[in-house]
């Protein structure tokens, strides 16, 4: 085999990368042909916790010819089994690999939960972090929970940076509110938690709201007006908002989609079918959002 030959073969094979020896976890996915030459994302998942889907997102943007870091943020070795208190170290030690790699330019993707990671990790890595994609977003930090045994309010901050507490807003809640949830949701014919995050995104405390005006680097909101988990086009518009107010340099959008649900991705999930956005006459209208929406995120990718 020659010199070239090895050299492309080692560059097309995957990574991975584990907290205990790298400080993170995650697989490094590179396209055969490089599009965007310079440049990788790293993207992760909501509150779902699963590092399976956001491999395959991975896969969908490698396709398409860009280097992808998918990465986990909860429930791998080494990581957070709650959404609570979890730490935004490794996120800034994978954008540091990359960078050393020789990646000159550095973008988040996140989505749910992981859209307010995406924000307010970029918030605090200027310079490392050169561009946010945060898909169904949240435009304040939350307080935490757990999934174990039902969900429970945990009695503090989702994130931690460096570690300090990032400032949250909390529920105001002893416990969470299972019954009323699972009442409205059946009602609704679709999972919402809209009503409990809607006073979040309103009236935030003040410290939580996220410093999105300090990210360095443009930054893309996508969102669903058939968003009825948690109220993402609300939240975007704030962002949008505060970024106006701050005058943010660089430059910002927010696609405001009118199909979708709050799984506003560019692939098919069998979790989607929980929303009605992405059920019967529905169904093909929200595929052509997401796959527009995916569309749109690799010409912002290629703007950088």
Same mark, same amino acid.
């Given at each position: ?84 208190? @979890?730490? %935004?170290? =490794? ?5 540091? #690999?990359?960078?050393?790699?020789? *990646?000159?330019?550095? $973008? !988040? ?41 039902? @969900?429970? %309010?945990? =009695? ?5 940076? #460096?570690?300090?507490?990032?400032? *949250?807003?909390?529920? $105001? !809640? ?131």
């Amino acid at each position: 085999m020659s010199k070239q030959a090895s050299e492309f073969q080692e560059k097309s094979k995957n990574k991975t990368f584990h907290m205990k020896t790298d400080g993170f976890h995650g697989e490094l996915f590179r396209p055969e042909q490089d599009s965007y030459p310079g440049k990788a994302l790293i993207c992760f998942s909501g509150s779902d916790g699963r590092f399976e889907w956001t491999r395959m997102l991975a896969q969908v943007f490698q396709a398409h010819g860009l280097t992808v870091l998918a990465l986990a943020y909860v429930m791998e070795e080494g990581l957070p089994r709650a959404f609570y208190h @979890i730490p %935004i170290d =490794p996120l800034e030690t994978a954008a540091r #690999h990359l960078h050393g790699m020789g *990646y000159e330019k550095v $973008g !988040l993707w996140g989505i749910s939960k992981g859209a307010e990671l995406a924000l307010t990790a970029g918030s605090h890595l200027p310079g490392l972090v050169n561009a946010v994609v945060a898909v169904a977003p949240m435009n304040a930090v939350c307080q935490g929970f757990s999934e174990e045994k039902g @969900i429970t %309010i945990m =009695p503090g901050s989702a994130w931690t940076f #460096h570690g300090e507490e990032v400032p *949250y807003t909390p529920f $105001g !809640l002893d416990k969470f509110p299972t019954g009323q949830v699972v009442w409205k949701s059946l009602k609704a014919r679709e999972v919402t938690m809209y009503d409990l995050y809607i006073p979040l995104v309103k009236n935030p405390d003040p410290a939580a709201i996220i410093r999105a005006e300090d990210i360095t680097g443009p930054i893309l909101l996508i969102s669903s007006k058939m968003d009825t988990m948690w109220p993402s086009s609300e939240a975007a518009e704030q962002v949008v908002g505060r970024l106006r107010e701050k005058g943010f340099s660089y430059p910002y959008q927010h696609l405001n989609y009118d199909y979708g649900s709050h799984l506003f991705v560019p692939m098919e999930l069998r979790l989607a079918k929980a929303f009605k956005g992405e059920r019967g006459k529905y169904k093909e209208l929200s595929r052509k959002a997401r796959m527009d929406s995916l569309i749109k995120t690799l010409e912002f990718v290629a703007r950088w």
